[in-house]
Structure formats: C-alpha cells, structure tokens
C-alpha cells in the first residue's frame, strides 16, 4: 500500500508542475490558465488526501500493536 500512495502522490505532483507550464503569467485568468489552475488545486487536494490516508494507516498499524 505504501508503494501505490507514493506513486499517486508522485503523479499528482507531476500533474501539479504539467499544469505550472501551462499557465500563462500575463493573463491568468483567461483561456487555459483557469484549467491549469484548477488542474492544481485538484491536484494539490490529491496530494494531502493521500498524505492524511498514509498517516492513518501508520496510526492503525500502531493501534493493531498495541493490541
């Protein structure tokens, strides 16, 4: 399990530095830019899911050994 989160938290960042590329600095609001920025947020969301998800399976693997 821990494998499998690393690869979709790398693939999420992946994501995050693709949709950086696709902005556009001068006009960020218009055009592409909204999705690249959406695309971030979804992505970043992803990343801390996938965090809280990893540290709660360390918290019950510790709670199984105390038992």
Do not use: W, Y
């Not at 909204?34 to 899911?49: D, E, K, P, Q, R």
């Amino acid at each position: 399990m821990k494998i499998f989160t690393n690869i979709l938290v790398f693939l999420a960042l992946a994501l995050i530095v693709f949709n950086v590329t696709l902005l556009d600095f001068k006009h960020p609001f218009q055009g592409d830019s909204v999705v690249a920025f959406i695309g971030i947020a979804a992505s970043f969301c992803a990343v801390l899911i996938l965090l809280i998800f990893r540290t709660s399976k360390k918290i019950e693997e510790k709670m199984n050994d105390k038992l």
